[in-house]
């Protein structure tokens, strides 16, 4: 087994290495410095196989880091200020760990899966299925091992947690793993239940709904798991996961293999059907009313029929958003209205909380979704078109396509501005006036901003294919760091002028910024990729 992991981990290693390559070729700046050799160059190989160590060793740690510290720790220590020590934070971190192992070492236990990997190194290496699967799955627990001890410790001695029961924890973790994996192999060979890694069924869904809800909800109620029975159910599953390593084990090279294939053929019939029903989707939510036409010429007459027969998966959705947001803002209102005692603290609210912001308009944006019907219903047919990809014709569209989604995200900013500042001039109000203009103004700049950013990244990386997969990995990349930020934005506390006011300015300065970068490379990067 152990010269099948060294074979699969060259195979896993040249993988990522090239896909490291291919992801650097498709940055514009990079793509001619970076020839198509590239891939046989030795120095290269090795620095990106440098590059996915890296990778590998931060996935190893920073989600546990992550997990640990802000999911366990985090809601522990606010549960147990809250209740004024009444309930230990060790409780409360003993309560929600054990609770969310249980549900990890059922949805996420890495014994089945179905990547392209394991299709590459099973299917058409012909590496034997058993070995190759257990092989990995060990990889795996000593990853988790290895990247929850530190932060057992480090995270769970912060919260007061015996210094023996830390050093155990991870014993545990791996133990619901094993525990997890041979319930899988129990569901294949007595139910014929195939529970695919990373697909949840029905009833995993609901189980790890059930598991979450019983880990947060219950300690804001101030109930909360003993310590003793949390630490007796974590080191049981020590002893019940060594039990499970023997069924694991035992489980046929026949069955790994037949699993394997039926894994293989599931994801890519889910691919196929992914496909197709994105297609399908797509012309159901297209207007066929043969009435809908345009008095406008040119571009603009394109941009109208595209709209209007775009409306419901462009305007209809903003609609229902904009009215969720309107009822939540309603509610608030009347909370406020009916209980006076809520005002101190909604107040205090809006005047430190408006990173918030950045979070909740990238929600709501509708950035990604009217990009990619852009490409799915107009842009793939468009590009072929040799007028199309003049810079006149190019830069031309962009705008009046910036014009229609900044209208598009503006509803939902507009209300969420004026029912923030209409909510603080009834929670209390403020003493500077400019207050409430920054409420206002802030979330329709930052929706500006989510506007232009999408566009500007779709038409600078283009990210899909002609059969419309998603293969842009700087577009990913990107996407992926808007998110991080904000969601870090959310933790940021300042004043609501201030940042509102750098909020504004940021706005306009990145508008400026990406209309240039548009207007510089857009020509050259906006095309067709096979």
Not at 11 to 30: D, E, H, M, T
Request: aromatic share 12%; glycine share 6%; charged share 15%.
């Amino acid at each position: 087994m152990v010269k099948t992991f060294r074979q699969a981990f060259r195979v896993k290693c040249a993988y990522r290495a090239n896909s490291f390559l291919y992801a650097l070729k498709q940055i514009p700046i990079l793509k001619k410095a970076i020839p198509q050799e590239a891939y046989s160059v030795p120095v290269l190989k090795v620095l990106a196989v440098i590059a996915f160590a890296i990778w590998e060793i931060g996935l190893t740690f920073a989600p546990k880091a992550f997990y640990l510290g802000g999911i366990v720790l985090a809601p522990s220590i606010s549960i147990a200020d809250r209740y004024e020590l009444r309930i230990p934070a060790q409780q409360v971190f003993l309560h929600i760990l054990v609770l969310l192992t249980a549900a990890g070492g059922i949805i996420n236990n890495k014994l089945l899966n179905s990547t392209k990997l394991a299709h590459y190194t099973v299917s058409l290496l012909r590496m034997d299925a058993k070995r190759y699967t257990l092989s990995d799955f060990v990889y795996q627990q000593i990853r988790f091992f290895a990247g929850f001890l530190p932060f057992t410790l480090l995270f769970g001695r912060l919260a007061k947690v015996p210094l023996w029961l830390c050093l155990l924890l991870p014993f545990s973790v791996v133990g619901s793993k094993l525990i997890g994996g041979a319930f899988d192999l129990f569901c294949e060979k007595r139910f014929g239940i195939v529970p695919e890694e990373g697909k949840m069924s029905f009833a995993s869904t609901l189980f790890a709904l059930l598991m979450l809800c019983s880990a947060f909800i219950p300690p804001l109620l101030g109930f909360v798991i003993p310590q003793a029975v949390s630490t007796v159910v974590l080191l049981a599953m020590i002893p019940l996961g060594i039990l499970c390593i023997r069924p694991v084990w035992a489980f046929s090279s026949l069955g790994y293999k037949t699993l394997t294939n039926r894994l293989q053929v599931s994801a890519m019939n889910q691919m196929n059907n992914a496909k197709a029903n994105a297609k399908k989707n797509a012309e159901k939510n297209i207007s066929a009313d043969p009435n809908v036409t345009s008095s406008k010429s040119g571009f603009e007459f394109l941009n109208e029929l595209f709209v209007k027969r775009h409306s419901r998966i462009l305007w209809s959705t903003t609609e229902k958003i904009a009215l969720i947001v309107g009822c939540i803002i309603l509610g608030i209102l009347i909370v406020v209205l009916r209980f006076p005692d809520t005002r101190p603290g909604i107040n205090a609210f809006l005047m430190t909380k408006l990173p918030l912001l950045w979070f909740i308009l990238y929600a709501l944006n509708r950035g990604m979704s009217f990009t990619q019907a852009c490409y799915m219903n107009c842009d793939h047919a468009l590009l072929t078109y040799p007028f199309c990809k003049k810079p006149g014709s190019i830069l031309r569209l962009f705008r009046i396509r910036l014009r229609e989604i900044s209208k598009i995200n503006a509803v939902p900013a507009a209300i969420l501005g004026c029912g923030a500042a209409l909510l603080l001039a009834l929670s209390g109000g403020t003493d500077n006036p400019l207050n409430y203009a920054v409420l206002i103004v802030a979330p329709l700049a930052v929706s500006m901003f989510f506007s232009i950013h999408y566009l500007m990244l779709y038409y600078l990386f283009q990210p899909y294919t002609v059969g419309s997969e998603m293969r842009g990995g700087p577009y990913t990349l990107i996407s992926g760091g808007t998110y991080f930020v904000c969601y870090m934005m959310m933790q940021v506390k300042l004043p609501t002028l201030m940042f509102g006011l750098m909020c504004i300015l940021f706005c306009v300065c990145y508008c400026l910024i990406a209309y240039a970068l548009v207007y510089k490379f857009a020509p050259k990067t906006f095309k067709l990729r096979s």
